[in-house]
């Protein structure tokens, strides 16, 4: 077999691959939907595929570049290249093909322009994969890609394009071929082998890697630590310290101080006040001035928390054997968990306040002959934190290894909760003040019970903490 | 005899398909100095784990400190140190904060004697636990499970990170915490050389099963190396020694391993044959391949 025909076989072999597939496949009816629908008049959807195709395929090969084993293959250093062209000349062609849908465009004209369509299917995958190589660990700016699709359709960027490909599919064609040609160059480049290997990577792969993960996370955190003297203040360590040594040795009280010092510390260790803040300032705003009378997209933060806490496993460090029983640990991670609940809501609720100061604030946009007014937070919904974040919790301790899964599960409780805010707009449902506590009580009685069989019967380290 | 402080009875665990403990019997008595070897997978980290409670068995009994292994409370805990594999240690805590975490869990810890550690270790405080180099990780969890002067200290292959010195200091440090004659200590190893320095007792075991739990002395008696030299330049084609191990012949001299043998009896052997034999003992190495390779 040779090289490449070996290294194909990752694209089915490569577990990870498989949940991106069905996320790209998920995507796809949205982008040949308007194909099926001419007077839409926007063919150029799949670029988003090809664009993520190429993260893909690049995010692979780094990852096998990363081994020191393939640094040492002979003949293996033009593989990368071969593949990714490969991968996208196969993929980004049948794309190009939606063009042959295009209506009135003549037989042969409508090939070229579909070939046009390809070249420019090619530029965007290439584009993808260069993301791809060059950043090492997922980067966060992936996040904003949403608001650049919705951007450039609504500037209508994604037409301009098309008329191009459709009035000069020639001139695209030699165009495209030209910074094809670059990354071909930029692809074969003598060091990109040794460029690679041996370094840690977390790739868009890599996600159900825990301990990868946590390497990764460590070594970033130590890296962006190292700056600091201490993790924090030394007032937050004196303000624990105190309160552990106010309870008896071996005693209940000081393992839950003990445990939520260590919950809390390694957060606050890592926490980046500045970029949280203009994060969340963004959100609020952003989202505050996409929504509309009756459906307020902003409303969506008030899950945010929820999606932390399906990552947040509340027995952390099982491993170390400090003197609490598993009786202990349990009642530590009940504390922890009603005490980083509590502190959410109370941080989202914060933030829902300052969006509503800010609404007779900030003023109308006008633009494109649209007019997008600002809406703010409705503050009724904090109680969403309440019951959902104790599920989130218990699955994340019940599963801490498997991060596909618990990201699986947290788009799903997402999707009911989307599902229960639009029907609740629909029909107009007014809250009963009986529903959260029950709610509570229901989410707050399965945490609870999925938390004691973890600390009570599960093995708490290694290859017998199933998940973990 | 001492009451056993850990008791195993019948203990058996499964990891899916894989057998991990299969009917494990085990007694540990106080005092001892116990070496656990065994090839990678063959269940030595998994037996420690059930001794502290951190896995449940499928099947069985594992009782510590005369407590139920899955009931062990602070108190029982309190009195064990471990130095677990992994090395998971806080790792965006400084070290200083770490030593003074996990220092406020214990009445007696010994100020003492973790200024001794950290001048012989040579660790730095103020370095985050997370930049330390993996044999720097080790000498801090060492410290951290021995500062306490845990009754029992369970060291999980401890010395697999250090550096030739580090792991002769830590060897040394081992050497004087055994003084106290109170205190047991079940070290598991790769390098058995390491161990064979220390322990006084020996577990091997392999698949999941104990193989052997017996005293090193007895084991180191139960076999030897016979050097036998011919004294007229001829051996016999079949040497009449028993439980011959293995045997090396070349001209009229031959190397063999034997297992219980009397001294008394190879001499009066050796007579008759017109030989001249030597005696030695085997490393634990050598003892472990031939009881593994069983």
Redesign the interface.
């Known amino acids: 077999m040779n090289i490449l025909r070996a290294n194909l076989k990752h694209l089915y072999q490569r577990r990870a691959m498989w949940f991106w597939y069905f996320f790209l496949l998920c995507l796809f009816p949205l982008f040949l939907l308007p194909v099926c629908v001419a007077e839409l008049d926007r063919f150029l959807g799949y670029l988003v595929l090809s664009f993520w195709w190429g993260l893909l395929t690049a995010g692979l090969q780094k990852e096998i570049l990363t081994k020191p084993v393939s640094f040492c293959l002979p003949g293996y250093r033009k593989i990368p290249r071969q593949f990714i062209f490969r991968a996208g000349y196969v993929v980004n062609g049948l794309l190009g093909l939606v063009f042959l849908a295009y209506p009135g465009l003549d037989f042969p004209y409508v090939l070229v322009v579909a070939a046009g369509g390809a070249f420019v299917g090619m530029v965007f995958y290439l584009l993808g994969a260069l993301g791809g190589f060059r950043n090492m660990n997922r980067n966060p700016y992936l996040g904003l890609f949403p608001l650049v699709i919705l951007g450039s359709v609504f500037f209508e960027s994604d037409r301009i394009l098309q008329q191009m490909i459709i009035s000069s599919p020639v001139q695209i064609i030699i165009v495209s071929a030209l910074i094809s040609w670059l990354f071909w160059v930029w692809l074969g480049r003598e060091g990109l082998t040794r460029q690679y290997c041996g370094k840690i990577s977390l790739g868009i792969l890599a996600g159900s890697n825990y301990a990868k993960i946590k390497k990764i996370r460590h070594a970033e955190m130590v890296r962006r630590l190292g700056k600091k003297k201490t993790p924090f203040p030394d007032t937050v360590e004196n303000f624990f310290q105190r309160r552990m040594s106010q309870h008896n040795f071996l005693s209940r009280g000081k393992c839950a101080w003990g445990h939520l010092y260590i919950m809390l510390g390694e957060c606050l260790s890592v926490l980046q006040v500045r970029q949280l803040a203009i994060c969340f300032g963004l959100i609020v705003i952003i989202s505050g001035y996409l929504s509309k009378d009756g459906f307020a997209i902003s409303n969506m933060l008030f899950f945010l928390p929820v999606i932390f806490a399906c990552q947040l496993d509340l027995l952390p460090y099982r491993g170390i054997l400090l003197p609490a029983s598993r009786g202990d640990r349990f009642y530590a991670t009940v504390i922890s968990g009603s005490t980083v609940t509590l502190l959410t809501t109370l941080a989202i609720a914060v933030i829902a306040l300052i969006s509503i100061l800010l609404g007779p604030v900030l003023p109308d946009i006008n633009l494109k002959g649209h007019t997008f007014g600002y809406h703010a937070m409705n503050v009724k919904y904090c109680f969403v934190t309440l019951p959902l974040m104790p599920i989130g919790f218990a699955v994340a301790t019940l599963i801490p290894r498997r991060q596909v899964l618990k990201m699986i599960f947290s788009i799903v409780l997402m999707e009911a909760y989307l599902g229960f805010y639009v029907v609740t707009m629909i029909r107009e449902i007014q809250f009963n003040l009986f529903i959260p506590p029950v709610l509570m009580m229901i989410s707050w009685g399965i945490s609870l019970l999925v938390l004691r069989y973890v600390c009570m019967r599960r093995c708490l380290a290694g290859a017998g903490s199933r998940g973990a | 005899m001492n009451e056993a402080i850990v008791q195993m009875r019948n203990v058996c ?1 499964r ?1 899916g398909d894989i057998k ?1 403990l299969d009917k494990v019997d085990l007694d540990i008595c106080p005092g001892r100095i116990i070496g656990l070897v065994g090839a990678n997978g063959s269940g030595k ?2 037996l420690l ?1 059930h001794i ?5 068995p499928d099947e069985g009994d594992c009782v510590t400190f005369g407590c139920q292994a ?6 029982e ?2 009195r ?3 130095v ?1 594999q ?1 090395g ?7 070290v200083r ?1 770490l030593i ?3 220092s ?4 007696d810890w010994n100020r003492r004697l973790e200024d001794r550690y950290i001048s012989d270790f040579d660790i730095s405080l ?1 370095v ?1 636990v ?2 330390l180099s993996p044999g720097q990780r080790q000498k801090l969890a060492i410290l951290l ?1 021995m500062g306490f002067e845990p009754e029992l200290l369970i060291l999980d292959e401890p010395a697999s990170a250090l550096d030739p010195i580090a792991r002769a200091q830590f060897l040394d440090l081992l050497l004087g915490i055994i003084q106290d004659s109170t205190r047991t200590i079940i070290i598991s190893s790769h390098i058995l050389s390491d161990v064979e320095k220390v322990i006084d007792h020996l577990l091997i075991m392999k698949e999941g099963h104990l193989l052997r739990d017996s005293s090193f002395d007895e084991l180191r008696e139960e076999f030897c190396r016979l050097r036998v030299t011919s004294l007229d330049g001829q051996l016999p084609a079949e040497l009449p020694f028993a439980e011959i191990v293995d045997c090396t012949r070349e001209e009229g001299r031959a190397v063999l391993v034997l297992r219980n043998y009397s001294q008394e009896k190879l001499e009066a052997q050796a007579q008759t044959l017109n030989c001249e034999i030597e005696i030695e003992t085997l490393s634990l190495e050598e003892i472990y391949r031939i009881i593994v390779s069983e």
């Open positions: 665990k990891f991990a980290s998994t784990r502290i409670g951190l896995y449940l899955s009931r062990l409370g602070a108190s805990l309190a064990i140190g471990y677990h992994e998971e240690l806080l790792d965006w805590m400084t904060q003074r975490y996990i406020a869990y214990y009445k103020k985050r997370g930049s499970a």
